[in-house]
């Protein structure tokens, strides 16, 4: 089992930057692939980014290549999630999410979400 808990959303303005964090508990967050997901209003969950257990690898949506970077420290059960250049489209809820399958972007192999952190870009 792996609890999660996103801390860091806020309100920012268009070409601001967030850090949001995802605190794990539970015997297998170092083992996981952890995954961020969002969702605006009227819209299902997309895939945001991933990284796996040993954080050498990533896997980032096209739309937030190049401005959002995923990160992990095992140590302290915590993986990030730096948003940089933020559009108004960035807006939604943000969720952490961890997998058993190695490597995984798909959301139905993310078994264990957080309750979800409020990011709004607007002016």
């Known amino acids: 089992q792996v609890q999660l808990v996103e801390s860091g959303g806020g309100l920012v303005q268009p070409g601001g930057s967030l850090r949001l964090s995802c605190a794990a508990s539970g015997r297998f967050f170092s083992s996981s692939t952890m995954g961020w997901f969002r969702q605006a209003p009227g819209k299902e969950r997309e895939f945001v980014g991933a990284?796996?257990?040993?954080?050498?690898?990533?896997d980032y949506a096209d739309s937030v290549k190049g401005r959002f970077t995923i990160s992990r420290d095992n140590a302290k059960n915590t993986v990030y999630l730096q948003m940089n250049s933020l559009k108004p489209e960035d807006t939604a809820v943000y969720y952490c999410a961890a997998a058993r399958r190695p490597g995984t972007t798909t959301k139905t192999d993310f078994g264990f979400w957080g309750q979800g952190t409020q990011v709004t870009v607007s002016s």
């Open positions: 990284i796996n257990w040993s954080a050498l690898s990533t």
